[in-house]
């Protein structure tokens, strides 16, 4: 498996992973997959933003899986935290591929300056707070029933990490 950079030509494979995960999971609360045009709109704004949106391919070339951060909010003071989001295609689950994105993910997140990283997991989906948690990540909060899907109510769990020096420093380049 490699790690390497997303690119626009990415779009299609990412939304055929992504779209599988919104049609038959719990783990985005989008219920329409987005076109293939949506999702390479989505990964332009990360690119542009020049936030890190990583693919991992195998030994084909082909997308296993995808990940990104992007910021959290937009509002200024939320400018050092990022939100991740990680999804892997599902036949290629529970081969380490989330966990080499992930690692990968907060080593170029913190390279762009943020100082914190959240997980936003719908459904509290078991697979993927393991992941977090088996890379530093701990539970800071849980909105109880705010998603339906599936027929049934979904719960949405945070789980956040610090990058680098975290909120140990100020950053080096803030504002007066």
Not at 1 to 12: F, G, H, P
Not at 70 to 90: G, K, L, M, Q, V
Request: aromatic content about 8%; proline content about 5%; some cysteine.
């Amino acid at each position: 498996m490699e790690i390497t950079a997303a690119t626009l030509a990415d779009a299609s494979a990412i939304a055929d992973i992504y779209g599988h995960h919104v049609l038959h999971g719990t783990a985005t609360f989008e219920t329409v997959p987005p076109t293939n045009v949506e999702m390479a709109a989505r990964l332009d704004k990360v690119l542009f933003g020049g936030w890190p949106w990583l693919v991992a391919r195998d030994a084909s070339g082909a997308v296993a899986g995808y990940a990104y951060a992007a910021p959290f909010r937009d509002r200024p003071a939320y400018r050092f935290t990022c939100e991740n989001s990680i999804y892997i295609a599902h036949d290629r689950r529970g081969q380490g591929i989330g966990k080499a994105l992930l690692a990968a993910l907060l080593g170029g997140s913190q390279a762009c300056g943020f100082r914190q990283m959240i997980a936003v997991i719908g459904g509290a989906e078991p697979a993927s707070v393991a992941l977090h948690a088996a890379c530093g990540f701990v539970e800071t909060g849980r909105m109880r029933a705010v998603g339906r899907k599936a027929g049934r109510w979904l719960d949405t769990l945070y789980m956040q990490r610090a990058l680098g020096e975290g909120a140990g420093t100020p950053p080096a380049m803030e504002p007066a």
